[in-house]
């Protein structure tokens, strides 16, 4: 499973399975990453920043489903728009390298603020 | 790259080569994240269902560096939460298993907007 | 209640009854708007056009219920903030009314598309 | 411009001088109001609470417009999906007094947490 193409193979079955590819348009599933994204805030909107890094048993579990789900979607994102992953990752990286050069990044919030990608 | 964990490691050498783990806590990223995926809403948003599924190159390599963003932050979550991946993923497969039996979800949108989880 | 300000002035007490002042400030008001908004998109995401226009009874209930908890954290955020309503809506409207001349804007998906507000 | 529904009169005008209502359906609005939130966790997500509630000049006003994108469009969700504002609102403002008595939710963010609205 630590394989993404693996578990994107899994995902389509899954989906394939049910009949749920009709609904697994890239805009519907924008939409329900968004949802997925929006638990993950109902979980931590009101908690202070140590309390968000100090989660109770409980809440940790609760907030790893809610990670696992916002993958779930997101790699099926990468699948029906037949985006390759590791090529959009790395192409995502050398960009980010260029934008973000070690001297001029370092500790600086305010670049790190005003960035606009 | 295939690999999430060596994904992960890069993630987080390339945060702290930029004194960039103050920001990194749960909270940040979770917010980090819902700002990614409302550039994939913006990108979405006007198109109709057929238009999102043919996107013209501009867009789809922009939705390709948006979708990397969002796997970004997503791994650092994970990461910086110490939750493993692989198992978190493996739980949620098996409670979407029991959830979503084949027999009762085939092709049923009812059912499937209704869930809860 | 039709006056903004007076709901604002509403909401403000509801939070200082239950001393939720603590809980409301800038940051935390953001990812409570977003969870609401996640709870708007859970509710769309799988209708097509035509079914989010012609919602059932129940779900148009479930929908308003969901649309006032925006409306309020939104006003809360305006409060806290220290934000005129008033003036802020209006300068807005003025900058999109410069942004989006009739004469360009008519009709134009592609243009609206690639606004970057 | 303080009366709401004489801003959804305003918003709609806008809409329709530039032929943009056949993008206002309410799975487009839900979108384009969940990338207007991203843009507001983007302002807000490295900032901690202090710097939060104490915005310089310049960032106050980008909020300020940004909140109000958020309203515009939020409004305009009320009006095409014909709810009544001020009605969702009070049935709101009602069900909010029932679920969270002063007596059991003073001060008390656990329980505050844990609502499932």
Tied chains: 1, 2, 3, 4.
Excluded at 15 to 23: I, V
Excluded at 55 to 84: G, M, P, S
Excluded at 86 to 114: C, F, H
């Amino acid at each position: 499973m630590r394989d993404i193409g693996d578990l994107q193979l899994k995902l389509r079955q899954f989906a394939k399975d049910r009949d749920w590819e009709q609904y697994h348009n890239p805009k519907n599933l924008v939409m329900a990453l968004s949802g997925e994204v929006g638990e993950l805030s109902d979980i931590f909107q009101w908690l202070n920043e140590e309390q968000s890094v100090n989660l109770d048993a409980a809440t940790k579990e609760h907030t790893a489903e809610e990670l696992a789900d916002v993958l779930f979607y997101l790699l099926r994102l990468f699948d029906v728009l037949d985006i390759d992953l590791v090529g959009a990752v790395e192409r995502k990286l050398d960009i980010n390298a260029k934008n973000y050069p070690v001297s001029l990044s370092k500790g600086n919030a305010t670049k790190y603020n005003k960035r606009t990608d």
